[in-house]
Nanobody, 123 residues
Framework: QVQLVESGGGLVQAGDSLRLSCAAS????????MGWFRQAPGKEREFVAG????????YYAKFVKGRFTISIDNAKNTVGLRMNSLKPEDTAVYYC????????????????WGQGTQVTVSS
């Protein structure tokens, strides 16, 4: 069993930066790849970023375009998502995810989800 708790969401203006954090617990955490998804009102949940067990490989959705950076701290069991140059269209609930497979797309099977953290970007 893996528990995921996100933090760091909030209300920011377009062009601002924000850092999300996901704290993971559970003795099998190290067996899971980690990633972030988001869901905007009226839309399907979509893949944002993924990272390998070691942190050596990262994967991003095309809409990120170099603005977001995913990171992992295995010693602290945390996964971060640094978001720069935020746009109003980035407004969504952001979810931390854990999967036994590399998280690389919308269709990656996810075993565990966090409760989500709201990010709102005003224009």
């Amino acid at each position: 069993q893996v528990q995921l708790v996100e933090s760091g969401g909030g209300l920011v203006q377009a062009g601002d930066s924000l850092r999300l954090s996901c704290a993971a617990s559970g003795r099998t955490f190290s067996n899971y790849r980690m990633g972030w998804f988001r869901q905007a009102p009226g839309k399907e949940r979509e893949f944002v970023a993924g990272i390998s067990l070691s942190g050596g490989s990262t994967y991003y959705a095309k809409f990120v375009k170099g603005r977001f950076t995913i990171s992992i701290d295995n010693a602290k069991n945390t996964v971060g998502l640094r978001m720069n140059s935020l746009k109003p269209e980035d407004t969504a609930v952001y979810y931390c995810a854990a999967s036994r497979r590399p998280i690389v797309s919308d269709s990656t099977p996810v075993e565990y989800w966090g409760q989500g953290t709201q990010v709102t970007v005003s224009s």
